[in-house]
């Protein structure tokens, strides 16, 4: 995997060097960046302040079984709805149109409110290996409010199936321990936090006032990243946190 992982890396380089923006290739896959955008009937060109528009840019995958690209492409599109647990199983169409419906049906009962409602997502592949696609999901959105929302979701799939490829597929058994360990060394590195301080009076809300890594991941060239999203450990105002832990201080429990 570190071989697989040390590759990916200098494709990465040798592409960036060609000039290749949208379109790269690991063995037989290969995928290019398409863009959805909807909007709402009035459009949005010449007024953005009274309408809506949901966007995306994403990865179109190709050498993929059928059923696989499917399989990714549904998880995709349950990562570009803002979490609403209703966008179970619907499509980015659909998303979008519901996203627009909910604006527009919320301006006739507030027609006096100014500002409009965007949603915009970008998928990232941010690993591309015969055994591992990595995709990062960042979205950005307002719907009302005294400011928007934000996240960043982590899709890890086998290319051969589209199973979900986790820690257990990645690690030797009994990694979960030390894992945590160098994580919360990262965490109180980015956060500077002493080692000795507590967790949750520097604001930070952990169960037992202990740290723990949550099941946000994804795998960069660099390393594993864990992701916290606003709200899930901490007020609003102190942001998202990631976690990195490189591969090299993991390298022992790594299969």
Not at 85 to 93: D, L, N, T, V
Not at 124 to 147: K, N, R
Not at 240 to 248: F, G
Request: include cysteine.
């Amino acid at each position: 995997m570190v071989k697989k992982i040390i590759q990916l890396a200098a494709l990465s380089i040798l592409m960036a060097a060609c000039g290749k923006k949208t379109e790269e290739k690991h063995a037989e896959i290969s995928f290019e960046m398409k863009n959805f955008r909807a909007e709402s009937s009035a459009g949005c060109k010449n007024d953005s302040l009274h309408c809506a528009s949901y966007e995306v840019n994403y990865p179109d995958f190709k050498g993929l079984d059928s059923a696989v690209e499917r399989r990714i492409k549904q998880k995709m599109d349950a990562t570009v709805s803002m979490g609403n647990p209703e966008a179970e199983g619907k499509s980015m169409q659909e998303i979008a149109d519901g996203f627009i419906k909910d604006y527009e049906d919320f301006i006739k009962e507030l027609p006096g409110e100014s500002g409009g409602w965007y949603y915009n997502a970008d998928v990232t592949v941010e690993v591309m290996t015969d055994t591992l696609l990595s995709l990062s999901s960042h979205e950005e959105y307002f719907t009302g409010g005294a400011h928007g929302g934000s996240g960043t979701y982590f899709i890890n799939v086998r290319p051969s199936t589209g199973a979900t490829f986790t820690l257990d597929n990645f690690f030797k058994d009994g990694y979960m321990d030390p894992l945590t360990k160098i994580g919360e060394e990262v965490f109180r590195q980015v956060k500077e936090i002493p080692d000795t301080a507590s967790l949750n009076e520097n604001y930070f809300e952990f169960p037992d006032d202990e740290f723990q890594l949550n099941q946000n991941y994804g795998f960069r060239k660099e390393g594993v990243v864990f992701y916290y999203n606003s709200y899930e450990i901490a007020p609003y105002a102190a942001g998202p946190t990631e976690v990195l832990i490189p591969y090299e201080r993991i390298r022992d429990w790594m299969k």
